[in-house]
């Protein structure tokens, strides 16, 4: 198990056991100087066009991102200015289940895959990325609004039910990047992952709470657009961190739309450029809209229609009776009355009851371990609530201890047993526990039998809540999924490395200088071993083209890309682009 750094962060240090195992070191000695080579320049790119185009001001919000243009952030490096503003970062292995992303956000902690781009990737990778999550998302959390929007879309986030297929597509949306980010990837395999990925795209069916939510948080947080539809700016991290996209976008034919709670009803494929994008006028409309989809939630709103959603799920969720007592578990059955209201209901497997998602001392998991069932309802001729009895009411309605009872709900569900115990929370009657008991309704269903043991029913009119994982965090920690296939981790050759020393070399030389006849004897190394290259001879032109001494180099450097461009047409922009802000020499400020 991995030692747990809080990064001298609150934040962090306050973070749940259940989500740290999701948390891996950076272990930033693993990134090579072709790795930060690619880090420089696509924030160069970056800031040459964003600096007129992005919501906050670039370089400003880099800085108080604990980020620079010139070198991969250290993970303390961010904690440190994050702190500033009560938000912390940590690094995961690539794509985590979106609950789990949710909740990080909910306590303010910023998610940064521990990986880079490839560059054979530079302009965009479907995989997340250290760019894409520290360059996109960090400098603009110190907006007040919108850091609040984010850790609001944590804490609904992390109680959005989703549907048993949502899984099936986030473990080949991974697969499917993992896959892209391989070196030499076999082309077949690639086929294959994409066709799985399009075949889950198109049979989630209905899409899930999460799948909703999921799109809001595609159209605001990770392509979202801002201010006026006509000339709006950009703050979706997505579209920040893509040199290629953060420009395409503001094309006309990117169809810009005013973002209300329509979004949702717009799904989006991670693999391509969008056809559309959404404008919001302000950062407060994004908290209002999310507001109007919190309020159609299963745990906002309960009911049959809520516990079948946690039925298909087929994943741990939480079911609040009106007493205040919450059912952690698989759910499995619901019966219903002719009212088409719930009178019974099931989990299977370990199940566990909390108040306030506290556990109930004795109700854990073990104790419950093949599952929990009871009904739902009022009792047959009572006008008080059978969760608002107190002692006296009890013993008056003949609900005594060490006697036999009955209990008729008014649904048709019978109850009769003998009553052994009786459990208070919160001033209210949350359960109580039969032996030798026996469970029926009218309709002939045995829904407990007395050989099965003790029976302890749950107290509540209704279910006034459902919503996803278990109340207690601590209870099914190690029932949180985390997928078996990592990040594929690079196998340097004796070619990689040598190439790698040469990007070191020139780091090395913008950073402290040397004699000028080392730029040459790079560029031989380079022109000779390695046919393919741009960027380091971009850089090493980047360099000679400031010195007086060095302008015949220059002018080869320059020479020799143009010719590089019209050999490898894939890097007929890279270079463009990259020419270009030599030529223009950009000053970053």
């Known amino acids: 198990m991995n030692t747990f750094f809080d990064y001298q962060n609150t934040q962090v240090a306050n973070l749940p056991l259940h989500l740290r195992k999701y948390i891996v070191p950076q272990d930033y000695e693993k990134y090579t100087p072709i790795d930060h080579a690619v880090w420089r320049y696509v924030m160069r790119q970056n800031y040459s066009y964003l600096k007129n185009v992005a919501y906050y001001p670039y370089i400003p919000g880099l800085k108080k991102a604990g980020l620079t243009i010139e070198k991969i952030p250290s ?136 799948a909703l939510l999921s799109r809001l ?51 989006y494929d991670i693999t391509k450029e969008q056809p559309q994008l959404f404008v919001t006028p302000t950062f407060q409309n994004l908290i209002d809209v999310l507001e109007q989809f919190e309020s ?3 745990y906002r709103v309960g009911g049959l229609e809520s516990v079948s959603k946690a039925i298909e799920c087929k994943n741990i969720c939480t079911a609040v009776f009106s007493s205040g007592l919450q059912l952690s578990g698989v759910f499995s059955k619901v019966y219903t009355d002719a009212n088409h209201a719930i009178k019974y209901i099931n989990t299977q497997g370990p199940s566990s009851l909390a108040i306030k998602d506290q556990l109930i001392e004795g109700h854990d998991g073990n104790y419950h371990a093949h599952g929990f ?4 309802g009022k009792l047959k001729d009572s006008t008080k609530s059978l969760e608002d009895y107190n002692t006296e009411d009890l013993a008056s309605a003949g609900i005594i201890a060490d006697h036999v009872i009955v209990l008729a709900f008014d649904n048709g569900i019978l109850v009769e047993g003998k009553l052994v115990g009786q459990t208070y929370m919160e001033d209210k009657l949350v359960l109580l526990s039969f032996a030798d008991c026996k469970v029926t309704d009218m309709e002939g269903n045995v829904f407990f039998e007395p050989a099965w043991g ?22 099914f920690e190690d029932q949180l999924h985390i997928s078996e296939q990592p990040t594929h981790q690079q196998n340097y050759t004796t070619k990689d490395l040598h190439y790698q020393s040469l990007f070191k070399q020139i780091r090395v030389y913008r950073e402290q200088g040397k004699s000028d006849d080392s730029l040459n004897e790079i560029w031989q190394q380079i022109k000779n071993d390695f046919k393919t290259d741009w960027l380091g001879t971009m850089e ?47 000053r970053f400020e």
């Open 454 to 475: 003790m029976f302890d029913m749950a107290i509540g009119d209704t279910i006034v809540s459902v919503f996803n994982g278990s109340a207690d965090k601590k209870i």
């Open 75 to 210: 993970l303390q490096e961010i904690n440190d200015a994050l702190t500033l503003i009560e938000w912390g970062a940590v690094t995961v292995d690539g794509f985590i289940p979106p609950a789990a992303f949710m909740e990080f956000q909910a306590y303010r902690v910023l998610v940064i895959a521990a990986d880079i781009r490839q560059l054979e990737h530079i302009e965009y990778t479907s995989a997340p990325d250290i760019i894409h999550e520290s360059a996109g998302h960090a400098p603009i959390i110190s907006d007040t609004k919108y850091n609040q929007y984010l850790s609001y879309l944590g804490s609904i986030g992390t109680k959005a039910l989703f549907s048993s297929k949502d899984y099936a597509l986030y473990e080949s949306i991974r697969a499917l990047s993992i896959i892209k980010e391989m070196p030499n990837v076999d082309q077949k395999e690639l086929a294959e992952a994409e066709a799985l990925v399009l075949f889950n795209q198109q049979n989630l069916g209905a899409p899930s709470e999460m």
């Open 373 to 376: 069932g009871s009904p739902v």
């Open 540 to 586: 090493l032109l980047e360099l000679a083209d400031t010195m007086p001494t060095q302008k015949a180099l220059a002018n080869d450097l320059r020479t020799y890309l143009n010719a590089q461009s019209n050999t490898y047409p894939a890097y007929s922009k890279l270079i463009k682009d990259g020419l270009k802000i030599i030529d223009t020499k950009l």
């Open 296 to 298: 159609t939630m299963a």
């Open 217 to 267: 948080q595609w159209w605001s947080v990770e392509y979202g657009l801002i201010g006026d539809i006509n000339n709006p700016k950009i703050y979706g991290a997505g579209l920040l961190s893509s040199i290629g996209e953060s420009a395409s976008c503001m094309q006309p034919e990117v169809k810009k739309i005013t973002y209300t709670i329509d979004a949702l009803k717009v799904g």
